[in-house]
């Protein structure tokens, strides 16, 4: 029997049975903003339905369940056969299942589907990160196959399917299928010149035999895969001129399986309910994807769209992280009141609530440029890609660490969800190059592409006069970009300026003017301290708060 002392009093009750995607407020506006009008009914609609399942105590439950038993590899079957299988818990096909079906692989032709898709992302990786994985992967592949027609053709409608369709069959006879890659090996990680699988041609027209290891490849129950190897091997790999790409099936058109040997599970800090493994060739049958000694510019564009899903899952993590913090700060009451109404607390609240903002809303920006299509928004992808990717994914741990101590020991302790936050939020800056790989990126797109340089100038300069610290950046911007002799060593803090000068257009452009204010005033008006809670004072934060707040 229960006596007086073990009843639960002050304690903020579970955030759930509430809608993600309208409770965001931010992320609703960027659908309304990018979206065309005949499109937003359906898409709010189907985003709603999404947000609702996504908040079910039910799919909460699915997530956690996931991450709580994670994939286990079983190499070979009891009469000592090779299967090379990894066993999943139930709640991880449920996820990911519904994931599919929401149409996050299937963005690819349908009017305004970047940003239903991207939005889609964001409410969806609050479940449980691990799925975006694979669901990230099959959706960024269909570029690459793009490059040859005729795979584009078998392929596409199998990825782009709303059919979570499990287990190991040959591709012709499943309603869906998904996708992973194979790029790093041990011995050259982001320098993929450094690649040693070798590939040897057979005897039929662009088809291949893999011999190599990958020390990365994530997702290996996928039922193919786009990995790199040297055409023309050499001592230490032959450099990118022999690298091609390949499609690499897991079984074959008559049934059988493929060589492709799973070599172990990675044991990771994060991601846990998402499988990442090491993986032999040895004989292993593939189809060349694009012409042969170009696969970094083959594979380039995947690249790019799971960059994007970095920023994104990025965004998604510190949106639920201040979503759970604001939550409990709401109900939580110490030193006489409610802490989200202590002058203290909230500025925090209101400063990790910016930090949220500004990357959900410049991810969707992102997405709304590959929507279009144009010219100009492919230039201005290639610099504020990676420059988001770099910027957006450091800022994430930061802003979990920070939210986790809103809820005090409560949010170190793993029935509140935080630590499973904190542990899966740095991976975002590490999946798809690092953080140095990102502004190097940026770097080679300011020496090679003045078009780059030109449509990012353009978009920030939409806001010029709106804002005397967004004027004084952008200025100050242009006076480090004018001295490009011996930047690398400087390059961190050069993207890092590109992104902040970008999120401050975009907030002074569509945010209310509180937050808009907050974050120049901040972020690029030098007001600020070295820690989350150090916003001006005399600003409107509560506003800011109010506008993070989660509607249960």
């Given at each position: 029997?229960?006596?007086?002392?073990?009843?639960?009093?002050?304690?903020?009750?579970?955030?759930?049975?509430?809608?993600?995607?309208?409770?965001?407020?931010?992320?609703?506006?960027?659908?309304?903003?990018?979206?065309?009008?005949?499109?937003?009914?359906?898409?709010?609609?189907?985003?709603?339905?999404?947000?609702?399942?996504?908040?079910?105590?039910?799919?909460?439950?699915?997530?956690?369940?996931?991450?709580?038993?994670?994939?286990?590899?079983?190499?070979h079957d009891r009469y000592g056969n090779r299967?090379?299988?990894?066993?999943?818990?139930?709640?991880?096909h449920r996820v990911l299942g519904k994931g599919?079906?929401?149409?996050?692989?299937?963005?690819?032709?349908?009017?305004?589907?970047?940003?239903?898709?991207?939005?889609?992302?964001?409410?969806?990786?609050?479940?449980?990160?691990?799925?975006?994985?694979?669901?990230?992967?099959?959706?960024?592949?269909?570029?690459?196959?793009?490059?040859?027609?005729?795979?584009?053709?078998?392929?596409?409608?199998?990825?782009?399917?709303?059919?979570?369709?499990?287990?190991?069959?040959?591709?012709?006879?499943?309603?869906?299928?998904?996708?992973?890659?194979?790029?790093?090996?041990?011995?050259?990680?982001?320098?993929?010149?450094?690649?040693?699988?070798?590939?040897?041609?057979?005897?039929?027209?662009?088809?291949?035999?893999?011999?190599?290891?990958?020390?990365?490849?994530?997702?290996?129950?996928?039922?193919?895969?786009?990995?790199?190897?040297?055409?023309?091997?050499?001592?230490?790999?032959?450099?990118?001129?022999?690298?091609?790409?390949?499609?690499?099936?897991?079984?074959?058109?008559?049934?059988?399986?493929?060589?492709?040997?799973?070599?172990?599970?990675?044991?990771?800090?994060?991601?846990?309910?998402?499988?990442?493994?090491?993986?032999?060739?040895?004989?292993?049958?593939?189809?060349?994807?694009?012409?042969?000694?170009?696969?970094?510019?083959?594979?380039?564009?995947?690249?790019?769209?799971?960059?994007?899903?970095?920023?994104?899952?990025?965004?998604?993590?510190?949106?639920?992280?201040?979503?759970?913090?604001?939550?409990?700060?709401?109900?939580?009451?110490?030193?006489?009141?409610?802490?989200?109404?202590?002058?203290?607390?909230?500025?925090?609240?209101?400063?990790?609530?910016?930090?949220?903002?500004?990357?959900?809303?410049?991810?969707?920006?992102?997405?709304?440029?590959?929507?279009?299509?144009?010219?100009?928004?492919?230039?201005?992808?290639?610099?504020?890609?990676?420059?988001?990717?770099?910027?957006?994914?450091?800022?994430?741990?930061?802003?979990?660490?920070?939210?986790?101590?809103?809820?005090?020991?409560?949010?170190?302790?793993?029935?509140?969800?935080?630590?499973?936050?904190?542990?899966?939020?740095?991976?975002?800056?590490?999946?798809?190059?690092?953080?140095?790989?990102?502004?190097?990126?940026?770097?080679?797109?300011?020496?090679?592409?003045?078009?780059?340089?030109?449509?990012?100038?353009?978009?920030?300069?939409?806001?010029?006069?709106?804002?005397?610290?967004?004027?004084?950046?952008?200025?100050?911007?242009?006076?480090?970009?004018?001295?490009?002799?011996?930047?690398?060593?400087?390059?961190?803090?050069?993207?890092?300026?590109?992104?902040?000068?970008?999120?401050?257009?975009?907030?002074?452009?569509?945010?209310?003017?509180?937050?808009?204010?907050?974050?120049?005033?901040?972020?690029?008006?030098?007001?600020?301290?070295?820690?989350?809670?150090?916003?001006?004072?005399?600003?409107?934060?509560?506003?800011?708060?109010?506008?993070?707040?989660?509607?249960?």
């Amino acid at each position: 029997m229960a006596t007086g002392t073990n009843e639960a009093t002050n304690q903020a009750p579970p955030l759930v049975e509430y809608d993600v995607f309208s409770a965001d407020r931010v992320l609703a506006e960027a659908v309304d903003r990018h979206l065309d009008p005949e499109l937003l009914d359906e898409a709010r609609g189907e985003l709603t339905a999404l947000g609702r399942s996504a908040g079910s105590a039910q799919v909460q439950d699915w997530g956690r369940l996931a991450n709580e038993n994670p994939p286990k590899l079983r190499t070979h079957d009891r009469y000592g056969n090779r299967i090379d299988e990894v066993e999943f818990h139930p709640s991880w096909h449920r996820v990911l299942g519904k994931g599919v079906s929401a149409g996050l692989t299937a963005a690819w032709g349908r009017p305004g589907g970047h940003v239903r898709r991207a939005a889609g992302f964001v409410v969806w990786t609050q479940v449980e990160a691990g799925n975006g994985c694979p669901l990230s992967m099959t959706h960024a592949a269909v570029p690459a196959l793009r490059t040859d027609p005729a795979l584009a053709a078998e392929w596409e409608p199998r990825l782009t399917s709303t059919v979570y369709d499990q287990g190991l069959r040959p591709a012709a006879q499943k309603a869906g299928v998904l996708f992973g890659m194979g790029m790093t090996e041990k011995q050259g990680g982001s320098d993929v010149r450094a690649n040693t699988t070798s590939a040897r041609p057979l005897a039929e027209d662009g088809t291949y035999e893999l011999t190599g290891h990958k020390w990365f490849c994530s997702a290996p129950m996928s039922d193919g895969f786009l990995v790199l190897a040297q055409t023309s091997p050499a001592e230490g790999g032959a450099g990118e001129e022999s690298l091609t790409c390949f499609l690499v099936p897991r079984v074959l058109e008559d049934g059988t399986r493929n060589a492709f040997a799973i070599q172990r599970l990675k044991d990771k800090l994060g991601n846990r309910s998402n499988a990442s493994s090491e993986v032999e060739f040895d004989g292993t049958w593939a189809r060349r994807v694009g012409d042969e000694g170009r696969g970094v510019r083959t594979i380039i564009e995947m690249v790019a769209m799971t960059r994007l899903d970095c920023a994104l899952g990025a965004a998604s993590l510190m949106r639920q992280a201040v979503a759970q913090a604001v939550h409990h700060c709401t109900y939580r009451e110490a030193f006489g009141g409610k802490l989200i109404d202590k002058p203290l607390m909230r500025n925090v609240l209101a400063d990790l609530a910016l930090e949220s903002e500004a990357a959900t809303t410049l991810s969707m920006r992102l997405a709304a440029a590959y929507d279009d299509g144009s010219e100009r928004e492919r230039a201005f992808l290639r610099l504020a890609l990676p420059a988001a990717k770099y910027w957006v994914t450091k800022r994430c741990t930061p802003v979990v660490v920070e939210a986790s101590e809103c809820l005090g020991g409560n949010g170190y302790v793993e029935e509140s969800g935080m630590p499973r936050l904190l542990r899966e939020s740095p991976l975002n800056s590490i999946w798809e190059g690092a953080g140095n790989v990102q502004a190097l990126d940026v770097l080679r797109a300011l020496r090679r592409e003045p078009q780059a340089l030109n449509a990012y100038l353009e978009e920030v300069g939409r806001a010029r006069g709106a804002d005397h610290r967004l004027d004084g950046a952008i200025k100050n911007l242009l006076t480090e970009l004018a001295d490009l002799e011996g930047i690398e060593g400087r390059a961190r803090r050069l993207v890092e300026r590109i992104a902040l000068v970008l999120q401050g257009s975009l907030l002074v452009r569509y945010a209310p003017a509180e937050v808009a204010d907050a974050f120049c005033a901040s972020r690029l008006g030098g007001d600020w301290g070295t820690a989350f809670g150090t916003l001006p004072h005399s600003l409107d934060l509560a506003a800011v708060v109010e506008r993070a707040r989660p509607v249960s």
